[in-house]
């Protein structure tokens, strides 16, 4: 029991939780994105079960310590540069996603009618399918900065469990805000593009770090957090000038 006042181990739980919280809001505005092509009311169910199944994920990659160190290996090497299995899952979970938030911003922009989008809705199976083939490489990335900054296996998969916790019960209001706000869309769309470009140059050897992309991501929430409040206000101010010529037009009609 001594682990109980070994303050380092505190810390590296600490510190581990808020890295996998951060590094987990790459999967949970995918997953938000991706439930929201099903009928309201299963996308909710998609959204636990994505975020379950990328739980399991995570701590089955974890329990394969020695098969993740060994994935970032080299195989085989392009033009003298080394490519390692962990390589080409980033660079095609880096495609797929510029795959997926290009069409959805297409689709978006051409303005489909309620009942091609309708028709153009995903199955159930094939949301979860969808958000299976991200986990592997969401939680990949994970799981390697977990081994790189602790020792401890159950603080490694503790830290792992309470930042999925946390995702699950943040995932239901994010969606709900994505879907209500059309601007806020193509924002999480246009993170979609980065993170996929970010995991090809990762994967093609260019290391980007996180901290750059998570501070551009910050500053366009930023801006967009505040062009919601500058509309809000001003619809606030139209009703309520609506209001007082709507009272002044009946005092002189009186």
Excluded: C
Excluded at 134 to 141: E, H
Excluded at 211 to 231: C, D, K, P, R, T
Excluded at 234 to 242: E, I, K, L, V
């Amino acid at each position: 029991m001594d682990w109980l006042t070994d303050p380092q181990i505190w810390a590296s739980l600490v510190t581990l939780t808020a890295l996998e919280i951060v590094l987990g809001i790459d999967n949970l505005v995918f997953i938000a994105i991706v439930a929201g092509r099903l009928p309201p009311e299963r996308q909710n169910a998609a959204r636990q079960v994505g975020l379950s199944l990328a739980l399991i994920t995570r701590l089955a990659l974890l329990a394969s310590i020695t098969w993740i160190i060994g994935l970032t290996q080299p195989v085989f090497a392009i033009f003298s540069q080394p490519v390692s299995w962990r390589d080409i899952v980033l660079i095609a979970g880096g495609l797929f996603l510029l795959y997926k938030g290009t069409k959805e911003i297409h689709q978006r922009l051409e303005g489909e009618t309620h009942e091609k989008t309708r028709s153009a809705r995903t199955s159930f199976t094939g949301v979860i399918v969808q958000i299976m083939v991200l986990d592997i490489v969401f939680s990949l990335d994970s799981v390697i900065t977990a081994v790189g900054m602790a020792n401890t296996f159950w603080v490694m998969a503790t830290a792992i469990i309470i930042a999925v916790v946390i995702m699950l019960v943040a995932s239901r209001p994010l969606a709900e805000f994505v879907e209500r706000h059309p601007t806020v869309k193509m924002l999480a769309l246009s993170f979609l593009l980065l993170i996929g470009m970010t995991l090809i140059a990762d994967g093609a050897g260019f290391h980007v770090p996180r901290g750059y992309i998570y501070a551009a991501i910050g500053f366009s929430v930023l801006v967009e957090a505040l062009n919601q409040l500058s509309a809000r206000r001003r619809r606030s101010s139209g009703a309520t000038r609506y209001w007082g010529e709507s009272r002044q037009g009946d005092r002189v009609e009186r």
